[in-house]
């Protein structure tokens, strides 16, 4: 079945989702501070900008006869909501040419209206063409109508697209995982921390066999020590006296007081340059690379002035801050935060969000970033629920880690000369509040479909609406493009220059070893990636980049075009290079015939894959590693 001729007119030539400059000024209203005065012009970017390079896209794994006669232009619409539309709008366009009927102009839509009309064409009932063209009316209607049925009462229309997308990486995981153990064992680690529980409650997938987890050894939770009270929020400490930090009444131009004060300035100067060297900023800095990073960019923004935040109480609050990130932990310290926080510094600038956001929402962007490790344990959010921590019972498993950054944020915020928000309005501190919790929860990688099919599913809406603009002016999609860029900005060391990638993976792989260590110890099973005797890094980074880093960044990319295409070409290289590191896998062992293979491998996974309503569904046998 194919589109009517139609179709390429309807859905056009556009290859971005793209955002009206505007929107900040319209929504200072809401957050009691304006933004710039350019936020006043009108500017909109046109969505016929050509792409500048032709890419291997990660969605073109999947495309589908539905998804080939979605195409939009260059791109591919697969977020099942813009399929809808656009199908709704082949229907309409269809009904037009068979019955000559005058479109109407008084739909409401702004899509709409500017989407052209096709002209009615000459179709005689009866005739073949027009059989034709009525059958795929109504084979169009009828699959709009069986998706409209599958929404819940309690569902948005992204997570639609939320649960394909699951099922479309389930099914590509599957067959990574039937490669080798470390496919397996890449597999686990991308389900199990990139996938909410919630999800995978619904769609049962890479099910363990009963026979293998019979053979599991049982968990012993460790619990932290005697019975404590959890009325006091954990991990906050004295209030600290800053006598480190700077002294006398002069404020250090960086935020700190260091002997490389001079070659600190030359590394800040550079702070808006994506892929800033953040491990010579922390030398430099005296260890100090987060308050560094965090008053050169709220200064550069001039936020101190416009939020009438006094620079000390800022750097009070910086230090102490800092303070309560765990220097020991190998990746999860104040270094990683910086490092956010730089990223999140520099996406804010990118031309295509331009005086879209309000200082209130850029300085909670940047807010959040600061404090959305604190007092990270080095331990990953499973671990503190099998170990049934205090931490885990107080949040009710539910983004354990992230909860408590929030907790020990603004609670910190709370020690004497600390409170950079006391002269905001009681209306600009809630908003404020509100906003640095909905992104730093959205830090929690198992949200990341959910982010991720809510941003391809607003780009993909907009294209096939034909307006091309993303009007910013509610606060849910707003919030949702700023919970995407910090998310992104999580997510960016696999895009940042190789030197620095890769002294990032290895600091991550540390903390995971260390974790697995104290797992083995325990005798609980060590997670996946966590084992130091059988992990394969080079492995790991092609998959966590071809199956999480790459679709994410692919679609901010798309938001913001062309803004990103040079952080998705690094990317793309950083990929080759650790896909040529991979050594080569010795050749499978032959299998002898009439054996039972469940039987003779113990240690093997069976996965379920569940795939689209209508496909049906197929096991596929994957290698799994001890512990798993």
């Not at 792409?51 to 979605?70: A, G, L, M, P």
């Not at 460790?222 to 209030?239: D, L, N, Q």
């Not at 070893?513 to 997670?527: A, K, L, V, Y």
């Not at 394969?536 to 999480?548: L, R, W």
């Amino acid at each position: 079945m194919h589109r009517s001729e139609s179709q390429s007119e309807r859905l056009g030539a556009g290859s971005g989702g793209f955002i009206t400059k505007s929107s900040a000024s319209e929504h200072s209203m809401a957050t009691g501070v304006g933004a710039s005065s350019s936020s006043t012009l009108p500017r909109t970017l046109s969505t016929s900008v050509l792409r500048i390079k032709n890419r291997s896209s990660f969605w073109e794994k999947f495309w589908d006869e539905r998804t080939r006669r979605d195409a939009h232009g260059e791109d591919l619409i697969v977020t099942p909501f813009a399929q809808v539309l656009a199908s709704l709008r082949s229907v309409r366009n269809n009904f037009l040419c068979l019955t000559n009927v005058p479109a109407s102009k008084s739909r409401r839509s702004s899509g709409a209206a500017t989407a052209p009309t096709p002209q009615p064409k000459n179709y005689n009932p009866g005739d073949e063409a027009y059989m034709k063209l009525a059958l795929e009316t109504v084979e169009e209607l009828d699959w709009c109508l069986d998706q409209l049925e599958t929404i819940q009462t309690h569902r948005s229309v992204s997570d639609m697209a939320s649960l394909k997308f699951k099922r479309m990486l389930n099914k590509e995981l599957s067959h990574f995982s039937e490669s080798s153990k470390s496919g397996n064992q890449i597999s686990e680690y991308i389900c199990s921390t990139f996938l909410d529980k919630q999800q995978e409650l619904d769609l049962p997938s890479l099910q363990v066999d009963e026979n293998t987890e019979r053979t599991k050894k049982k968990e012993k939770p460790r619990h932290g020590g005697p019975a404590t009270t959890m009325s006091h929020i954990s991990g906050v400490k004295r209030t600290l006296t800053h006598t480190n930090s700077f002294t006398g009444e002069r404020v250090p131009r960086y935020g700190v007081e260091t002997p490389h004060e001079e070659e600190l300035g030359k590394c800040l100067a550079e702070l808006d340059r994506w892929g800033v060297d953040i491990f010579r900023i922390g030398d430099l800095s005296g260890g100090r690379p987060l308050t560094a990073v965090a008053f050169s960019a709220f200064s550069s923004r001039e936020l101190l002035t416009t939020l009438q935040i006094p620079a000390r109480t800022f750097l009070a609050f910086a230090v102490t801050l800092e303070e309560h990130y765990i220097r020991d932990n190998p990746f999860h310290n104040s270094l990683h935060a910086a490092d956010v926080t730089q990223s999140t510094h520099v996406l804010l600038n990118t031309p295509a969000l331009d005086a879209v956001f309000t200082p209130i929402e850029i300085c909670a962007a940047l807010f959040a970033a600061c404090v959305h490790d604190v007092d990270h344990p080095g331990l990953t959010n499973q671990f503190l629920v099998n170990s049934s921590s205090e931490l885990a019972l107080m949040y009710n498993d539910e983004s354990v880690l992230e909860n408590h950054h929030l907790a020990v944020a603004f609670k910190l915020l709370q020690n004497d000369g600390c409170d950079i928000f006391v002269n905001l309005h009681k209306k600009q501190r809630q908003t404020l509040r509100k906003m640095v919790i909905d992104m730093v929860l959205s830090t929690d990688m198992s949200k990341h479909m959910s982010l991720l099919a809510d941003l391809k599913t607003m780009v993909e809406t907009k294209k096939v609406a034909g307006s091309g603009v993303l009007l910013l002016d509610n606060y849910t999609d707003r919030i949702q493009v700023l919970e995407n860029l910090v998310h992104c900005a999580d997510l960016s060391n696999p895009t940042k220059p190789l030197p620095l990638y890769k002294r990032w993976v290895a600091l991550l792989m540390e903390e995971f070893f260390q974790q697995g260590d104290r797992e083995r110890e325990h005798g609980m099973d060590i997670s996946p990636m966590c084992d130091r005797h059988n992990a394969t890094i080079e492995k790991s980074q092609v998959g966590f980049i071809d199956y999480i880093v790459h679709p994410l960044w692919e679609t901010w990319a798309d938001l913001v075009h062309p803004d990103a295409q040079d952080i998705l070409d690094t990317l793309e290289e950083n990929r080759d290079y650790y896909q040529s590191m991979i050594p080569p896998s010795p050749p499978p062992a032959p299998i002898q015939a009439h054996s039972n293979v469940d039987e003779d491998r113990p240690d093997q996974i069976r996965f379920q894959v569940t795939l689209e309503e209508g496909e049906g569904s197929e096991e596929c046998e994957g290698e799994g590693d001890g512990g798993m």
